[in-house]
């Protein structure tokens, strides 16, 4: 089972911040963690990954509480290309392996 | 560089019938990946490869067979189709495990009826 909790959808407006909360308080001391986005009809896409300290890059920031059990995507500024699923993971061990725990993610809608 | 690419993107199966999807990756990675992904439900991993030649279970593995004979190609059969493997495939690669970012081909929407 995912070791994340994400709310099922959000709604943001063209042109404004958003920012993408995900709950992980059973995360281990050596987890990272990991934001995809899915694109309808498309394949996972990377977003970002951190493990202790804020995270930037070209697409978003991650922000990581300090307790490390909770952790937030930020779109600086959202535009309807941005619509899609957003995942927030950890990993878990299948067959003595680190391997990545799918949820079911965020879908975020963005209104013009 | 294509990336992830898999082939078919669509294909529809009747019961009892196998098929191969194929997967291949220009990226020189070692770690390949499958996953299924049902209706409003994120992914589950089927099969994995650390290397040409080495393969191992995921959480779904039944009903699924993998090779990898070399480090471009990571196949996935299915022998006898049923109705619950209706879903969509996706194959994925890194570089490494622990924080490499995956890469993922566009999917294969498979339906067996």
């Known amino acids: 089972d995912a070791k994340t909790t994400q709310p099922n959808s959000m709604e943001s407006n063209e042109e404004e911040p958003v920012h993408l909360p995900c709950n992980h308080s059973t995360i281990s001391g050596t987890d990272y963690i990991h934001w995809y986005r899915q694109l309808p009809s498309q394949g996972p896409e990377y977003v970002i990954h951190g493990l202790t300290s804020n995270v930037n890059n070209r697409m978003a920031s991650l922000a990581i509480a300090e307790d490390r059990k909770s952790s937030t995507l930020i779109l600086h500024r959202a535009t309807l290309r941005d619509a899609a699923v957003y995942y927030c993971?950890?990993?878990?061990?299948?067959?003595?392996?680190?391997?990545?725990?799918w949820g079911a993610g965020t879908k975020l809608i963005i209104k013009p | 560089n294509a990336g992830v690419t898999q082939t078919p993107k669509f294909r529809i199966l009747k019961i009892g019938q196998s098929m191969t999807l194929q997967c291949t990756q220009d990226m020189n990675h070692n770690y390949m990946y499958w996953y299924r992904q049902d209706p409003g439900m994120g992914l589950k991993l089927i099969y994995y490869s650390v290397g040409a030649g080495i393969t191992d279970k995921g959480e779904v593995p039944n009903g699924y067979n993998v090779s990898r004979s070399t480090t471009e190609d990571f196949p996935l059969r299915l022998e006898l189709a049923a109705p619950s493997q209706t879903s969509v495939y996706f194959c994925a690669s890194s570089y490494g495990q622990g924080s490499s970012p995956l890469h993922f081909g566009n999917g294969t929407r498979l339906t067996v009826t």
């Open positions: 993971i950890l990993r878990d061990v299948i067959n003595s392996n680190y391997q990545l725990i």
